[in-house]
């Protein structure tokens, strides 16, 4: 199998930190519960910095078991490690993408009236990411045999 879990787990951890620090602190976009509590006051900002916070520790958590599962596994060579830590970064992607923004609308990639488009380029993103990190993984395998 070119894909390893421990590599999987590690990106969707790496994929939610980097949409965090990104999207929510760097650009300032959206935080993660913005579609429902709008950072228009002081307490729905509280509400989201807090939000932000759970959200960055689950991504916390996500990279510590990669980390912990990859000690335990056999040996990845590089292109099985980084090429499953983009499959998980692009899997982060996809499904917050669905679930969050689209399904519960807990947020948007950047809201207002181009937000769909937003939305669209971030499963994209995600998808591509799974597309590519599948390929690398795969010759990655092939080189470690």
């Known amino acids: 199998m070119s894909i390893r879990t421990p590599a999987v787990v590690l990106g969707l951890g790496i994929g939610g930190f980097v949409d965090g620090i990104v999207a929510h602190q760097i650009l300032g976009w959206h935080h993660m519960l913005s579609g429902w509590h709008p950072p228009t006051t002081p307490e729905n900002l509280h509400v989201n910095m807090v939000g932000d916070g759970f959200f960055h520790?689950?991504?916390?958590?996500?990279?510590?078991?990669?980390?912990?599962?990859?000690?335990?596994?056999?040996?990845?060579s590089g292109g099985q490690l980084w090429g499953g830590v983009l499959v998980g970064w692009g899997v982060f992607n996809l499904v917050e993408g669905v679930v969050d923004h689209l399904v519960?609308?807990?947020?948007?990639?950047?809201?207002?009236?181009?937000?769909?488009a937003y939305d669209i380029g971030f499963l994209v993103l995600g998808a591509v990411l799974v597309v590519v990190g599948s390929l690398v993984a795969r010759a990655g395998s092939r080189v470690g045999r």
Not at 57 to 76: F, I, M, Q
Not at 105 to 116: E, F, I, K, N, S
Request: proline share 6%; glycine share 10%.
């Open 104 to 116: 519960l609308g807990v947020h948007h990639v950047r809201h207002g009236p181009d937000q769909l």
């Open 57 to 76: 520790l689950l991504c916390l958590l996500l990279v510590l078991a990669g980390v912990a599962l990859l000690n335990r596994a056999p040996r990845l």
